[in-house]
């Protein structure tokens, strides 16, 4: 099982960065491939918009069509984090971010939020322009 919590999100100004963290406790993080999320504001019910997703050994990475060299997901698997370093950010990244994990231990990714079977409780993302 796997414990997921996420930090460092904020207020900013639009065309600024945030880097938000993710950290993992329990067993076997090396197995996990992770993924980062948003919920936009005003849609609690909504299904998770996919951001970026890592590999187990950072070999393999997907982003989303909406945030092409803006974003970058990397992790470390010595300290059991994920880090989403985002910059150029707009008032449209307003949000709470989720980092997510999923057993992948022959690699590869997914950007489908129904695979991922661990979830952090978020941290909100608000860009002011």
């Known amino acids: 099982q796997l414990h997921l919590a996420e930090s460092g999100g904020g207020l900013v100004q639009a065309g600024t960065s945030l880097r938000p963290s993710c950290a993992a406790s329990g067993r076997s993080f090396g197995n996990y491939a992770m993924g980062w999320f948003r919920q936009p504001p005003g849609s609690p019910g909504s299904e998770h918009e996919f951001?970026?997703?890592?590999?187990?050994?950072?070999?393999?990475?997907r982003y989303a069509g909406s945030v092409p060299g803006r974003f970058t997901i990397s992790r470390d698997n010595a300290k059991n984090t994920a880090h989403l370093q985002m910059d150029g950010l707009k008032s449209e990244d307003t949000g709470v971010y989720y980092c997510?994990?999923?057993?992948?231990?022959?690699?590869?990714?997914?950007?489908?939020?129904?695979?991922?079977?661990?979830w952090g409780q978020g941290t909100q993302v608000t860009v002011s322009s």
């Open positions: 951001l970026a997703a890592i590999s187990w050994n950072g070999g393999a990475t």
């Open positions: 997510a994990a999923v057993w992948r231990p022959g690699g590869g990714v997914t950007g489908t939020p129904r695979e991922y079977e661990y």
